[in-house]
């Protein structure tokens, strides 16, 4: 890949339309393409959850598309009952499929080797169609937060951490992952010169999510990022994937057709980052954070709340 090809930092993803992202999302098999990408993420969290010691009753699961992630969440935290929330109603059917044919599935193992056990033990799930940033759940509700590859697709990413933190109880978790500023800079490298439109999300800078993340009253709150590349034979299957991972949802992208002279320069210019190994690549920058909802300072009418631990020496 050229070292001259640019980076970028943001502080916002730009003019998301939040009916186009859950038009994006609305049919399941469309994004089938991109799911391997979501797994080694969603595994790469669950190796940073593993070393938190928590033990929730309630989990949320926000952005949870076809529920991939539910039986690892549930094999983690058996007893915990599972909540898991998307803005596409497409989603949340499939999801609700998928659990219902591994319950029977189970319990077909379970009749066969332990007759009379059909499932003890296991997860209650619930799912629900809703927006981000206005849950319709009560305050301090969920023990856990989670959240894989689904944040940059909100608008307004602040609001969506004060909306998290109104519903985890104290000392609750927040974990996430998202996409960060480099992320698809192959895509934006193409287009550069052909027209000032924008072809894919400039995503958050991941200092800036700490800052978000502080201001929306949590504390101590934990960033890093890893860079995945990953390599492509042909830009048809490059494309395919950057489709199927959810596209481009600005209200600020091209409206109509490209002519095929520019067409041709975009697909030229990604032909020319061809490495030694004669493959694409396609650069993603993946931010994780995780943070701690704080004991209350304050009391609603402003007072301060002093604690005391018996049998603590200063």
């Known amino acids: 890949m050229p070292s001259s090809l640019p980076t970028s930092e943001n502080r916002s993803s730009g003019p998301i339309d939040i009916r186009r992202v859950r038009a994006l999302f609305a049919?399941?098999?469309?994004?089938?393409?991109?799911?391997?990408?979501?797994?080694?993420?969603?595994?790469?969290?669950?190796?940073?959850?593993?070393?938190?010691?928590?033990?929730?009753?309630?989990?949320?699961?926000?952005?949870?598309?076809?529920?991939?992630?539910?039986?690892?969440?549930?094999?983690?935290?058996?007893?915990?009952?599972?909540?898991?929330?998307?803005?596409?109603?497409?989603?949340?059917?499939?999801?609700?499929?998928?659990?219902?044919?591994?319950?029977?599935s189970m319990n077909r193992l379970l009749s066969k080797w332990l007759p009379g056990k059909l499932g003890g033990g296991a997860s209650q799930l619930a799912t629900a169609c809703a927006d981000f940033a206005q849950l319709p759940l009560p305050a301090a509700c969920a023990d856990l937060v989670w959240s894989n590859?689904?944040?940059?697709?909100?608008?307004?990413?602040?609001?969506?951490?004060?909306?998290?933190?109104?519903?985890?109880?104290?000392?609750?978790?927040?974990?996430?992952?998202?996409?960060?500023?480099?992320?698809?800079?192959e895509i934006r490298h193409a287009f550069a010169n052909i027209d000032g439109a924008?072809?894919?999300?400039?995503?958050?800078?991941?200092h800036d999510f700490g800052d978000m993340l502080v201001n929306a009253g949590f504390s101590t709150p934990v960033m890093d990022m890893e860079t995945i590349t990953v390599t492509y034979d042909s830009t048809d299957k490059l494309f395919a994937d950057v489709r199927a991972l959810g596209g481009n949802p600005l209200l600020t992208k091209r409206q109509g057709l490209f002519g095929r002279a520019a067409w041709h320069a975009a697909i030229e210019t990604l032909e020319q980052m061809r490495g030694a190994d004669g493959k694409i690549p396609l650069t993603f920058e993946v931010v994780y954070g995780h943070a701690f909802r704080p004991a209350p300072r304050k009391t609603a009418s402003g007072e301060s709340i002093i604690r005391f631990e018996p049998g603590r020496k200063k």
């Open 149 to 185: 590859l689904a944040l940059h697709w909100h608008p307004q990413p602040d609001m969506v951490f004060a909306e998290w933190r109104r519903v985890l109880r104290v000392d609750g978790l927040l974990m996430f992952s998202c996409f960060g500023p480099d992320t698809l800079r």
């Open 27 to 104: 049919t399941p098999g469309r994004i089938a393409d991109s799911e391997f990408l979501r797994r080694e993420i969603a595994g790469r969290m669950h190796e940073r959850l593993a070393l938190v010691k928590l033990q929730p009753e309630r989990i949320l699961d926000l952005g949870c598309g076809e529920g991939a992630d539910f039986s690892s969440l549930q094999g983690q935290y058996p007893q915990a009952q599972l909540v898991g929330m998307d803005g596409s109603l497409a989603m949340l059917q499939a999801a609700r499929q998928r659990q219902q044919q591994a319950t029977s």
């Open 198 to 206: 924008a072809h894919a999300l400039s995503f958050v800078d991941m």
